[in-house]
């Protein structure tokens, strides 16, 4: 990547260098600032605010004064506001994408699909808007006449990831502001920018000022004044089991409503009557997307003993094919990790597991690019006392296991405190129920690597998570049930 490159997106009108409140563009002042870096070169790219607690007040404080103006619009109306933001978001494809790579490092045809995938939630929620049906239920009473109302909860905020910076937002905002709930956005401090792009896109689509906010800064006393303030209706959050937990005791204090979408041990199973073909490229899609930081990123592979060691054969070729390079580079197929804790993490994982007697077949070290690049990584005879089969790596490892039989896979798929996504190939309708129903997992792939999709509930179960994103399930995380009875 140039320098040229950097000063062209940041001389783009859609950089900002500010926070998004109230309908006002803050920007930059004094010495409070984040500063944002690029993870393919270590460069700073630009900063943005460092706000707190009286900020993010006067966020909500807006927010609120704006709610009943919009959750007063139809939901024709608040649709075609999403429609249109989802329209921009697909005629500013590239330069969001470049925005994206620059401060989030994935490649630029990753990040042009995540902008795509940001745009689909606008465009399911834009639709989904006229469907928060209510109901009539059959009354107890000969005079009586009971109706569900479904109405808007509120003031939302969200907290939002690094990993994906414009998804993870347009995800809980389409159905915040299609339910008639105006947001207030927290994003991650390491990826701002794509936040703020999303703002200035919000605005010339007609989101009304106090509708959306994006205020960046610190976390705790943003997080603290969103679940310490009455004003704020829903909590939803994308990030780690440990931080997703503390705002949930948080979010009590107040009684909040919290949607939380945390870690995952996401296991891939391949059975012996798998499509070995189809399983291989299911395995590469769900382990190395954005590098392998991905909450449904597959953690732990466990391959029936008959076909163990032709899969590991064709993973390694695929693995060793593979390009590592700037994302901004046409030919980079992986990217470099968020930072310099992330890649040691993953190689981390990679030692305590060969101490312990795995094989490593492929990759396992940084690249000399610099702190960030990790090879991709093939380890196999891997076993349950390893930390890579207990926490989340979040990065390119690929960490393999045998098992004897379909209880076994059943076993290991469970033994986790985590239950996001899990995946695995079979072509017995029979073992497909059986295993799809043994699994403990919000999502499961079966043949099928990619799950993600604005029509499906995303979440997990167990420690990953509470509520739905997506699907008419993601609008129900913003409205209350109001029941009526007339007598
Ligand atoms: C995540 O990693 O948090 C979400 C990824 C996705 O939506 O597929």
Redesign the pocket.
């Known amino acids: 990547m140039t320098l040229d490159i950097v000063s062209e997106i940041r001389a783009n009108r859609l950089f900002r260098e500010a926070c998004f409140i109230d309908g006002e563009w803050l920007p930059v002042a004094g010495d409070e600032q984040i500063s944002v870096d690029n993870p393919a070169s270590g460069q700073t790219i630009g900063s943005v605010p460092r706000l707190g607690a009286e900020a993010t007040r006067r966020a909500i404080e807006s927010a609120h004064r704006a709610w009943p103006a919009w959750r007063g619009q139809t939901a024709e109306a608040r649709g075609k506001v999403l429609y249109r933001w989802h329209e921009l978001l697909l005629e500013h494809e590239q330069i969001l994408a470049s925005i994206m790579t620059l401060e989030q490092g994935k490649t630029h045809a990753e990040s042009a699909g995540e902008i795509r995938?940001a745009a689909s939630f606008f465009k399911w929620f834009a639709e989904e808007a006229r469907r928060a049906y209510g109901r009539t239920i059959p009354p107890a009473g000969a005079d009586q006449h009971i109706v569900v109302l479904r109405q808007p909860i509120g003031v939302a905020a969200a907290i939002t990831?690094w990993?994906?910076p414009s998804?993870?937002i347009t995800?809980k905002a389409g159905a915040a502001l299609a339910a008639g709930c105006p947001m207030v956005v927290k994003p991650a401090s390491a990826t701002p920018f794509s936040a703020l792009a999303l703002a200035v896109l919000g605005e010339e689509a007609g989101v009304p000022a106090g509708v959306f906010h994006v205020v960046t800064g610190s976390a705790s006393e943003i997080a603290g004044e969103m679940t310490g303030n009455p004003l704020v209706r829903k909590v939803s959050f994308?990030?780690s089991t440990e931080v997703g937990s503390r705002l949930m005791r948080d979010a009590a204090t107040n009684v909040q409503k919290i949607s939380l979408?945390l870690g995952?041990n996401a296991p891939f199973i391949v059975f012996d009557d798998a499509d070995l073909d189809a399983a291989v490229e299911g395995a590469i899609a769900a382990k190395f997307?954005?590098t392998g930081?991905?909450?449904?990123?597959v953690n732990r592979f466990y391959v029936q003993d008959g076909v163990h060691d032709a899969f590991v054969a064709r993973l390694k070729e695929r693995i060793e094919a593979m390009r590592l390079g700037d994302g901004f580079a046409p030919e980079t197929d992986i990217a470099p990790l968020i930072n310099r804790a992330a890649a040691d993490k993953v190689l981390s994982h990679v030692d305590d597991a060969t101490r312990q007697g795995a094989t490593l077949v492929s990759g396992g070290r940084r690249d000399e690019r610099g702190a960030n690049y990790v090879l991709p990584t093939l380890l196999t005879g891997i076993r349950q006392s390893m930390q890579v089969t207990q926490e989340e790596t979040f990065g390119p490892l690929v960490a393999v296991s045998s098992f004897r039989d379909e209880a076994e896979a059943i076993a290991l798929a469970n033994n986790t405190p985590f239950g996001l996504a899990a995946y695995f190939y079979s072509e017995n309708v029979r073992r497909v129920w059986r295993v799809a129903e043994g699994i403990e997992a919000g999502m499961i792939g079966i043949n099928a690597g990619?799950?993600?999709n604005p029509a499906a509930p995303?979440g997990g179960v167990k420690a990953s998570g509470l509520g739905r994103?997506?699907a008419s399930e993601g609008l129900d995380e913003y409205l209350e049930t109001k029941y009526l009875l007339m007598g």
């Open positions: 995938y990831p990993n994906f998804s993870m995800r994308t990030g979408e995952g997307r954005n930081q991905t909450c449904v990123c990619l799950i993600s995303f994103e997506g």
